[in-house]
């Protein structure tokens, strides 16, 4: 028995960090809010009593990989409400399958302005958000956001850019080499 935790720092919107912990989560949250280097405090987001915690954490770690802050473990770029849904995902899919459930993948290949929308699309509608509340997230009007999720093939690129971020997804760009060879041509995070 142990605890799946998901903490939010006060100074750090959109950043969560999960993990698990056979204590309380009160003395990790203080472990963690008080190692030097560590601007402002975590407070605890959520908790869930579970079986197999570690089986839970790997499952989740899984699952949010495409948001994983630098490559940190535990830390994500991602909305409290998606983190709670995956952890209750994995919860269950823990629970029936009593072994780790692989997630998902969640790449697209996007090969047009309509393939772009929909992902936007599908991103917006499993957050639960509507278009009007996307479009203010992206500080834009909710036509602009019907027009892309359509497909409008002259969208403005920075809006396009700014609406993938409110949705939370990461746009990575990949190239093939002379020989066919897939190559990474960019859109990775800049350490700050």
Known sequence: MGLVYILAHERIPGLVKIGFTETTVEERVRDISSATGVPGH?????????????KVEA??????????????KEFFETSLRHA????????????????????APLALLVQSPEH???AIRKARKSQKMTQAELAEKAGCGVRAV???????????????????????????????????????????????
Not at 84 to 103: S, T
């Open 42 to 54: 975590f407070r605890v987001a959520a908790q869930f009593e579970v079986d197999q915690p570690q």
């Open 59 to 72: 499952w989740i770690h899984k699952a949010l990989a495409h948001v994983r802050l630098l490559n940190q």
């Open 84 to 103: 709670k849904e995956v952890v209750e995902a994995a919860i269950g899919g823990v629970a029936i399958e009593n072994r780790v459930v692989e997630p």
């Open 116 to 118: 772009l929308g929909d």
């Open 146 to 192: 019907v027009e892309i999720e359509k497909g409008k093939p002259t969208a403005e690129v920075g809006l396009v850019l700014r609406l993938l971020a409110a949705a939370g997804v990461r746009l990575i760009v990949d190239g093939m080499d002379p020989g066919g060879r897939h190559a990474q041509v960019g859109a990775h995070r800049a350490d700050p």
